[in-house]
């Protein structure tokens, strides 16, 4: 895995799952990271293949629920990114999926409660011996690159120490969220404490923060000296903006999303979720699609609610011809 001049499409919970991360892979993103899946919920899976959809996934024993889908096309680019707090437990899960995906990622940057006060996410940022614990094992176990994805600190010269610290680790490379944990995603990313990092290491830095439009990249990359640039809400509401050519329409990345979530099953809730993301920040939910989208509770109502299936151009096939691989096309 080579981790510099890469595009990178950020971790982001219920927006991650596979059709979005081939979607910003077929508009230009070389690396696509995963949702944050939890280790406790990780290693309640087993892995199946599925025949139907050629995917490989990751179902929680006893039930049909996936918590991890991937498919061989994006075997050599998807990042596994994992919550946790416990170094056993993160080589665990990281051993279930290493052959299936290109790394493993730490978060040690999530701010949210649920995160935090279960040790994981931002928490770790003040356990430097914890997270030289985690990277370690996973370091020592484990063939499949591992990096870790981290906040800024209180002051640039202790995001300087953690980051030599984890660089001690082996990791691979290091992505950084230009933010302190007590920052709103509306306060500007500081890009001079993520400069500090990058001339600190040797190792790729990832500057993460503030990216949205493909020209962002090369002025985000010179003013920080990172290697790579990781972007999350600039993808999310329209990820045709990692293509150097340049921006499609909204209405075109929405149906090209929704194509994506039918042919691979995604989940109803994580394609709503999103929808809803991208519907909210070009249009308004309170118009007819939006409604439909916020009642639709299955993939059939979706793909029926009006607007979007005169977009799609697109009436539901018969289940027969649904499921049969070989009648997916287009299948990425
Ligand atoms: C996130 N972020 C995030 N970070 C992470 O490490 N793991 C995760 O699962 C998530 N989930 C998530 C969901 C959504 C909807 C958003 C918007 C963000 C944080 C994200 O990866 C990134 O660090 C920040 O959003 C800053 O990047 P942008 O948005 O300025 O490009």
């Given at each position: 895995m080579e981790y510099r001049n890469k595009l990178v499409l950020a971790p982001m919970v219920r927006v991650g799952t596979l059709p979005f991360r081939l979607l910003a892979a077929q508009y230009g993103a070389d690396i696509t990271y995963c949702e944050e899946i939890i280790d406790h919920k990780m290693l309640k899976c087993e892995r199946r293949i599925n025949e139907l959809i050629g995917s490989t996934d990751f179902v929680e024993k006893g039930t049909n629920n996936v918590v991890f889908r991937t498919c061989d096309e994006e075997k050599d680019r998807v990042v596994f990114q994992i919550g946790t707090s416990d170094a056993v437990r993160a080589l665990t899960t990281a051993q279930l999926v290493c052959n299936d995906v290109a790394a493993v990622d730490i978060n040690m940057?999530?701010?949210k409660s649920f995160s935090v006060s279960g040790g994981m996410g931002a928490a770790l940022l003040s356990k430097p011996e914890l997270i030289h614990d985690i990277l370690t094992t996973l370091k020592r176990n484990l063939n499949t690159p591992v990096t870790c994805k981290i906040r800024l600190l209180k002051s640039p010269h202790d995001t300087v120490e953690l980051a030599r610290r984890i660089e001690k680790t082996g990791v691979s490379a290091l992505a950084v969220h230009?933010?302190?944990?007590?920052?709103?995603?509306r306060d500007p990313a500081k890009w001079n404490e993520i400069a500090d990092v990058v001339s600190a290491l040797s190792i790729p830095v990832i500057e993460n923060g503030d990216?949205?439009?493909?020209?962002d990249v090369e002025r985000i990359k010179s003013a920080t000296g990172a290697s790579s640039v990781m972007v999350a809400r600039g993808a999310l509401w329209n990820?045709?903006?990692?293509?150097p050519e340049g921006k499609v329409s909204y209405e075109a990345v929405k149906r090209e999303y929704i194509r994506k979530c039918i042919l691979w099953d995604n989940d109803i809730k994580s394609t709503k979720h999103t929808l809803k993301e991208m519907i909210i920040h070009?249009?308004?939910?309170?118009l007819p699609e939006g409604k439909a989208v916020i009642k639709s509770e299955s993939m059939a109502d979706l793909a029926l609610v009006k607007a979007i299936s005169i977009q799609l151009?697109?009436?539901?096939?018969?289940p027969s011809s649904r499921l049969k691989p070989k009648s997916l096309n287009s299948h990425s």
């Open positions: 940057g999530c701010p230009g933010r302190k944990v007590p920052d709103r995603p990216v949205f439009e493909n020209d990820a045709s903006m990692f293509s070009y249009s308004c939910l309170e151009n697109l009436i539901f096939p018969p």
